[in-house]
């Protein structure tokens, strides 16, 4: 059986029970035109569809206050181009960064731990490239141990404890920018998966432990004050690092709500040729479970519009 086969056939373990019915987080709204909503989902080209999704946040100025530092935590751990499908837009990410200097911040760190070479992640991806020009930014990646600390997880199952980059324990705004694709272990990497490239130790998370339950009790420590998920196009096959099957989906998906966000993007495209819903991924799922966020998409306020 070739490795596709095995990944999908992972990916198929469907109709998964739920355990105990737990509700989803409470007062994760956005606020448009004096309705509540929980997600907003724009379809358009990088920059104006981000630019407007932000819009219909209300700004980021709803997140950072004057004099915060920001961190933004993309896709950039592979050594990739856009093309690809591996790694966040360069343009979501720099407009991001753009818009955080404009709402007030000091300073916007760009971090990842790359899987990959540092130095050609940062070329490759052209993230690098996209925010040079863009003052009281830095685009970065955090190679070393000594710039990690360890943080306890008091609701962990599988994890008591975790590494994680120090800049995260310092109370910054924390955006998560993940990009839609495909994964050989939890079936899709999009945000909470994403959540692994701001810890030490994430071979551990395949070897040592349920990886699924691990992203769960990870989320629980690490919550980004807002998700914007880059679906611009989404690498449906051959996952996470390519190459596979990429389709053009030119949507941004932003919310307050991990889970949602997440949920949201698993129906957007086939993933190994199959539909599936929030529920039938076990990391989001257990996150779900734990009270991190809203799963059923039928019951999300969804503002959907067009850059």
């Not at 095995?6 to 956005?30: E, H, Q, Y």
């Not at 907003?40 to 209300?58: D, N």
């Not at 599988?158 to 839609?180: F, G, S, W, Y």
């Amino acid at each position: 059986m070739d490795h596709w086969e095995i990944t999908r056939r992972d990916f198929l373990k469907t109709a998964v029970a739920v355990a105990a019915s737990v509700s989803g987080a409470k007062g994760l709204s956005l606020s448009h035109a004096k309705e509540e909503y929980d997600l907003v989902v724009v379809s358009g080209e990088p920059i104006p569809a981000t630019q407007k999704a932000i819009e219909l946040l209300g700004g980021l100025s709803r997140f950072i206050k004057r004099g915060e530092r920001v961190i933004i935590k993309p896709n950039m751990s592979f050594a990739r181009t856009p093309d690809v499908g591996a790694t966040t837009h360069p343009l979501v990410v720099a407009t991001v960064a753009k818009a955080s200097i404009e709402a007030g911040a000091k300073e916007v760190l760009v971090v990842d731990h790359t899987l990959q070479r540092p130095e050609l992640c940062l070329e490759r991806t052209g993230i690098q490239e996209a925010c040079k020009n863009l003052s009281g930014v830095h685009v970065l990646t955090v190679q070393e141990r000594k710039f990690f600390k360890e943080v306890k997880i008091p609701k962990g199952k599988v994890l008591d404890r975790i590494e994680v980059i120090q800049e995260i324990l310092d109370n910054p705004v924390l955006i998560n920018l993940p990009t839609a694709k495909s994964h050989s272990a939890t079936g899709v990497s999009l945000g909470i998966k994403g959540l692994m490239g701001l810890i030490w130790d994430r071979e551990s998370f395949h070897s040592r432990y349920n990886i699924n339950q691990a992203l769960a009790d990870l989320a629980t420590v690490i919550r980004p004050r807002l998700t914007i998920l880059d679906a611009t196009r989404a690498l449906t096959s051959g996952g996470p690092g390519g190459p596979g099957e990429v389709k053009k989906l030119n949507l941004i998906i932003a919310g307050i709500d991990p889970v949602a966000v997440d949920s949201y993007g698993v129906s957007i495209v086939p993933w190994y040729g199959q539909n599936f819903k929030g529920r039938q991924v076990e990391h989001l799922l257990a996150a779900y479970q734990r009270g991190l966020g809203k799963i059923d998409i039928d019951q999300l306020k969804i503002l959907k519009e067009k850059a």
